[in-house]
């Protein structure tokens, strides 16, 4: 089918598809919010369904759900489009006004990061739907954790992407897109992670030096810690939070640090884990107790095999399509493109709606880029050689 037929068809959709996205941002879903994600989750599975799509729920006890959808098998290798239904902020966060529409921009919950991504992952496989297109099969992964690194799930919501990703040829991640239209191909590992240091208790003036204090030695562990970091490497450490201690008066015996890894490589994530842990092994009090406790991760997201051919595909359908020719950006914040890069699934990150302030109560998206970011993913596919 001729392209200009097929943008035309998507033209046609821009009201109903916007509607959409108003929906879902509607169904406030902050990710600790289960009964906010298992909603939006239904609605999705609905919404699929209807579409003509197979589906697949995945629930969990402490986690909304994540949903799998997928067209029928094709002669030619998958293609996956994802995005996630978790937002940020707890319910309530914007008041009255999770969805407002003004001079072409969209402002709410959501909007931005990442629900706007999940109508452009839509639009996509209707547009291909209309075209008749059935060349690859078109898997579409919505996940209901990723904000908290899959930890709500314990990580069992990854078994989305360890079920459906593997033998795919490329996939677009339809994450928060760059305002000027650039799009990521690599990105930053992330891990948070906790140092418990048990210390003894005692009475600060009448029998201080039966103590040891865990606030003491969580003061020279910070500092080791933080000393890790190196810019020009691209590992960041942060210890953002600490608490611990009950009375002043007392030798606290616990304190516990929270902090944040970042990393450019998975041999970075490994050898720095291994320095952080040899720094906890060495209390300079041995009374002391120390525990290096991981509690949530994302993977560095690095370029594979056919990265650089993806993104110039992706580059020459938005020239030919009469958009400005995108940069591929390296950015410094997660995403679940991690784990479609990692089973050697070529990737581009943030092909959603465009915008910027995600995570903010400012957050806002253009409101036209969830028809014209979808033109870019559709034209792309089209374009992809078989042997890709």
Request: one cysteine or more; charged letters at 20%; proline letters at 4%.
């Amino acid at each position: 089918m001729d392209m200009q037929k097929i943008f035309e068809f998507m033209d046609s959709q821009y009201e109903s598809m916007v509607h959409l996205w108003k929906e879902i941002v509607l169904i406030e879903s902050q990710s600790a919010n289960v009964e906010g994600v298992n909603m939006l989750a239904s609605h999705m599975d609905t919404y699929l369904l209807a579409m003509g799509l197979s589906t697949q729920k995945y629930s969990f006890p402490t986690a909304g759900a994540s949903v799998a959808a997928w067209t029928p098998k094709g002669e030619l290798k998958p293609i996956i489009l994802m995005a996630h239904m978790d937002t940020v902020h707890p319910k309530g966060a914007f008041g009255d006004k999770i969805w407002e529409q003004k001079l072409g921009i969209v402002n709410g919950a959501g909007v931005y990061d990442c629900k706007g991504g999940i109508a452009v992952a839509l639009l996509v496989t209707k547009a291909l739907q209309f075209a008749g297109y059935k060349k690859r099969q078109i898997k579409i992964l919505l996940t209901g954790d990723e904000e908290v690194a899959h930890s709500l799930s314990k990580g069992e919501s990854l078994k989305l992407y360890t079920d459906n990703v593997p033998g795919a040829a490329a996939a677009f991640n339809c994450e928060s897109a760059p305002a000027n239209g650039d799009v990521v191909l690599s990105r930053k590992g992330a891990n948070i992670f906790k140092v418990k240091i048990h210390g003894i208790s005692s009475h600060a003036g009448n029998a201080p030096l039966k103590g040891a204090s865990a606030i003491r030695e969580a003061g020279k562990i910070v500092e080791a810690l933080e000393c890790l970091t190196d810019y020009p490497d691209g590992v960041y450490c942060n210890c953002g939070k600490i608490s611990g201690g009950s009375a002043v008066n007392s030798v606290p015996d616990y304190c516990e640090i929270t902090a944040s890894l970042r990393y450019s490589t998975q041999a970075m994530y490994d050898n720095t884990m291994a320095k952080i842990r040899e720094i906890c092994s060495k209390p300079s009090d041995e009374r002391i107790t120390i525990e290096v406790e991981e509690s949530a991760c994302f993977p560095a997201m690095e370029k594979v095999e056919k990265s650089d051919i993806l993104f110039t595909y992706y580059k020459d359908a938005c020239m030919e399509i009469g958009y400005k020719a995108p940069e591929a950006l390296y950015s410094s914040g997660a995403s679940d493109g991690a784990f479609t890069t990692r089973q050697g699934v070529p990737t581009i990150c943030g092909c959603g709606v465009r915008g910027a302030e995600n995570h903010t109560l400012k957050e806002w998206a253009y409101e036209a880029s969830v028809v014209e970011n979808a033109k870019k993913i559709v034209a792309t596919i089209l374009n992809l050689p078989d042997n890709f």
